[in-house]
């Protein structure tokens, strides 16, 4: 980052004159607040990034903005030229060349100057839009006020978060095409459910968190190298790190812009707006059942996921209806361990599908003659539906007959098995009792870029597969059970076959079409999704044989994310 990025506001102390909005503004309009941080300002009110552009990017900047509304909920996309803010400042006129405390002025996407106000730019700005954006600081008084403490306050509210870019792309729109910046918020983890839902209503200032615990998943290797504007905030025991998506992601878009000058807040120092701080209430996570439910996924480094109070109760009955299926009492434990394994699969990008039940024992599947199509292969392509990346794991006898049948999808028009990466691993034919560590040694040196694994076991074979056998990967990796004979240790997921994968599928497709969880997994970025797309996901009228799953991929195809 630029060394000038490094400047904070942190020592700032906050104005001890209450303020409204518009009193506000009229004082920096008079030369005063220069560089003050507007945390803690104006409680209740929106506060808002503001970014200046030349208009001819007017259109991609503002779609970008729309297809990116965690990072970057989008207040007013100004006409060109037009300094005031009608539809934000109710109570009197505002004029942005001056109601900012401090401003940062780029060149060629380099920092060159930091300006009290912009008025000896006022030529230059007529051909400029301004684009205001929400900010999370509208927020941080309903947390003080709800015992939430925010150690980078002054216990009033006034300071400034930390902020990191992430490895996590947003969603490209003509010219713009950077990295989601977060801020974060140091968060005691007894609180962080009651944080999420102080927060997630609030839609215009970035809502809920898009993160929890471990910052390595983001890509942030350090917490204490802020990169931006903020505070260097350090973990006391007992916290975790919260991360919002942060409007800064639209300071690495304004620079991306390299041969124009270009204009923005100064870190900390925002557009303060009429507007008063409520809930969306056209937002679905306003209803009951949409209540949030914070899920912790592992200790340590703690890394938690969210899903809806809707969503957990389908996950829920999914395993009670197994359970009775099979004359077996469920009960919460196997919920909850049932629930992280399939959460750790929907936010994986990369899985492993270890193709058990396909061995030289396995007659049927290794002829060239079957017709029937194997669980993990039905297993393999749902997930490719789901936009992850595949690999299958199996015996070499079998890849003959895979790539057939994926040649088939391919002719039959649809684009998914195609990409399907095989792994062929000598070890898993032969005897199937030679059992799982045998192949362990094959299968390992694929496993450095997958993030979970699922594992379908053979259909009547005497594979014994354990959580010993597999605590040695790095990663979350899930035990299936197609066996009539298997006792196994998930007995949501201890079925004839095909029930424990449709199972497995089923849970995938509560939580991507859960508005909630689906937000949370995207990190605010793009969109829900559509009614039809959901419908494109739904398998509980389909068997998994292989005329439906064709059927199932040839429409997915068609979806847009």
Same mark, same amino acid.
């Given at each position: 980052?630029?060394?000038?990025?490094?400047?904070?506001?942190?020592?700032? =102390?906050?104005?001890?004159?209450?303020?409204?909005?518009a009193?506000?503004?009229?004082?920096?309009?008079?030369?005063?607040?220069?560089? &003050?941080?507007?945390?803690?300002?104006?409680?209740? %009110?929106?506060?808002?990034?503001?970014?200046?552009l030349?208009?001819? %990017?007017?259109?991609?900047?503002?779609?970008?903005?729309?297809?990116?509304?965690?990072?970057?909920?989008?207040?007013?996309?100004?006409?060109k030229?037009?300094?005031?803010?009608?539809?934000? +400042?109710?109570?009197?006129?505002?004029d942005?060349?001056?109601?900012?405390?401090?401003?940062?002025?780029?060149?060629?996407? @380099?920092?060159?100057?930091?300006?009290?106000?912009?008025?000896?730019?006022?030529?230059?700005?007529?051909?400029?839009?301004?684009?205001?954006?929400?900010?999370?600081? !509208?927020?941080?008084?309903?947390?003080?006020?709800?015992?939430?403490?925010?150690?980078?306050?002054?216990?009033?509210?006034?300071?400034n978060?930390?902020?990191?870019?992430?490895?996590?792309?947003?969603?490209?729109?003509?010219?713009?095409?950077?990295?989601?910046?977060?801020?974060?918020?140091?968060?005691?983890?007894?609180?962080? &459910?009651?944080?999420?839902?102080?927060?997630?209503?609030?839609?215009?200032?970035?809502?809920?968190?898009?993160?929890?615990?471990?910052?390595?998943?983001?890509?942030?290797?350090?917490?204490?190298?802020?990169e931006? %504007?903020?505070c260097?905030t350090?973990?006391?025991?007992?916290?975790?790190?919260?991360?919002?998506?942060?409007?800064? +992601?639209?300071?690495?878009?304004?620079?991306?812009?390299?041969?124009?000058?270009?204009?923005?807040?100064?870190?900390?120092?925002?557009?303060?707006?009429d507007?008063?701080?409520?809930?969306?209430?056209?937002?679905?996570?306003?209803?009951?059942?949409?209540?949030?439910?914070?899920?912790?996924?592992?200790?340590?480094?703690?890394?938690?996921?969210?899903?809806?109070?809707?969503?957990?109760? =389908?996950?829920?009955?999914?395993?009670?209806?197994?359970?009775?299926?099979?004359?077996? &009492?469920?009960?919460?434990?196997?919920?909850?361990?049932?629930?992280?394994? *399939?959460?750790?699969?929907?936010?994986? #990008?990369?899985?492993?599908?270890?193709?058990?039940?396909?061995?030289?024992?396995?007659?049927?599947?290794?002829?060239?003659?079957s017709?029937?199509?194997?669980?993990?292969?039905?297993?393999?392509?749902?997930?490719?539906?789901?936009?992850?990346?595949?690999?299958?794991?199996?015996?070499?006898?079998?890849?003959?007959?895979?790539?057939?049948?994926?040649?088939q999808?391919?002719?039959?028009?649809?684009?998914?098995?195609?990409?399907?990466?095989?792994?062929?691993?000598?070890?898993?034919?032969?005897? !199937?009792?030679?059992?799982?560590?045998?192949?362990?040694?094959?299968?390992?040196? %694929?496993?450095?870029?997958?993030?979970?694994?699922?594992?379908?076991?053979?259909?009547?074979?005497?594979?014994?597969?354990? @959580?010993?056998?597999?605590?040695?990967?790095?990663?979350?990796?899930?035990?299936?059970?197609?066996?009539? +004979?298997?006792?196994?240790?998930?007995?949501?997921?201890?079925?004839?076959?095909?029930?424990?994968? *449709?199972?497995?599928?089923?849970?995938?497709?509560?939580?991507? +079409?859960? @508005?909630?969880h689906?937000?949370?997994?995207? #990190?605010?970025?793009?969109?829900?999704?559509?009614?039809?797309?959901?419908?494109?996901?739904?398998?509980?009228?389909?068997?998994?044989?292989?005329?439906?799953?064709?059927?199932?991929?040839?429409?997915?195809?068609?979806?847009?994310?």
């Amino acid at each position: 980052m630029d060394g000038h990025l490094q400047e904070t506001n942190c020592e700032h =102390e906050l104005s001890k004159a209450v303020f409204t909005p518009a009193s506000f503004r009229k004082e920096l309009r008079e030369g005063k607040q220069y560089k &003050q941080s507007t945390a803690g300002i104006c409680a209740g %009110y929106v506060q808002a990034n503001v970014f200046m552009l030349p208009s001819e %990017y007017f259109t991609d900047f503002q779609q970008f903005c729309l297809d990116n509304f965690g990072p970057l909920p989008l207040l007013l996309a100004s006409a060109k030229g037009q300094f005031e803010a009608p539809i934000l +400042t109710v109570d009197e006129s505002s004029d942005i060349r001056t109601d900012i405390p401090a401003y940062k002025v780029f060149k060629n996407g @380099e920092h060159i100057t930091t300006k009290q106000d912009l008025l000896e730019y006022t030529d230059v700005l007529k051909n400029y839009c301004f684009f205001y954006v929400g900010c999370s600081f !509208s927020f941080d008084r309903l947390l003080i006020s709800a015992g939430i403490p925010l150690r980078y306050t002054d216990g009033k509210g006034s300071g400034n978060v930390s902020m990191y870019k992430t490895n996590v792309m947003c969603k490209k729109r003509g010219h713009f095409n950077v990295e989601l910046v977060v801020s974060m918020r140091p968060i005691r983890r007894d609180l962080i &459910q009651r944080v999420f839902e102080i927060s997630q209503p609030l839609t215009n200032a970035h809502g809920a968190p898009v993160h929890i615990g471990n910052p390595a998943i983001l890509g942030i290797s350090d917490l204490s190298l802020d990169e931006y %504007y903020g505070c260097k905030t350090h973990l006391e025991p007992g916290e975790v790190p919260v991360f919002w998506a942060c409007g800064v +992601t639209g300071l690495e878009a304004l620079k991306s812009v390299k041969s124009e000058t270009t204009f923005s807040h100064c870190g900390g120092s925002m557009f303060i707006t009429d507007l008063k701080l409520v809930e969306d209430k056209s937002s679905p996570s306003s209803l009951p059942k949409n209540q949030p439910r914070v899920t912790w996924l592992t200790d340590d480094p703690p890394l938690a996921s969210v899903l809806s109070e809707a969503a957990y109760r =389908e996950l829920q009955q999914l395993i009670m209806d197994v359970k009775d299926i099979h004359g077996k &009492q469920g009960n919460g434990t196997e919920t909850e361990r049932f629930l992280k394994e *399939v959460l750790s699969l929907s936010h994986s #990008r990369s899985i492993g599908i270890i193709m058990a039940d396909v061995s030289a024992s396995n007659e049927d599947y290794g002829s060239d003659t079957s017709d029937s199509l194997p669980d993990s292969l039905a297993m393999a392509l749902y997930l490719q539906s789901l936009d992850k990346i595949v690999t299958c794991f199996c015996d070499p006898n079998f890849v003959t007959t895979l790539l057939k049948q994926m040649k088939q999808f391919h002719d039959a028009g649809s684009s998914l098995g195609s990409t399907l990466y095989i792994a062929a691993c000598p070890n898993m034919s032969g005897d !199937s009792n030679i059992g799982y560590k045998s192949f362990t040694s094959d299968v390992h040196k %694929y496993l450095s870029n997958i993030e979970s694994a699922v594992m379908i076991e053979s259909h009547g074979s005497s594979l014994s597969i354990t @959580e010993t056998d597999v605590s040695h990967f790095n990663l979350d990796i899930l035990l299936l059970t197609a066996s009539k +004979t298997h006792d196994s240790n998930i007995p949501a997921l201890s079925s004839d076959s095909p029930l424990g994968v *449709v199972v497995l599928c089923k849970a995938l497709y509560a939580l991507y +079409t859960d @508005e909630l969880h689906n937000r949370y997994r995207r #990190r605010g970025l793009g969109y829900s999704l559509t009614d039809e797309e959901k419908n494109l996901l739904n398998i509980s009228r389909l068997s998994l044989n292989e005329e439906s799953i064709v059927h199932i991929v040839q429409l997915s195809d068609s979806m847009v994310r």
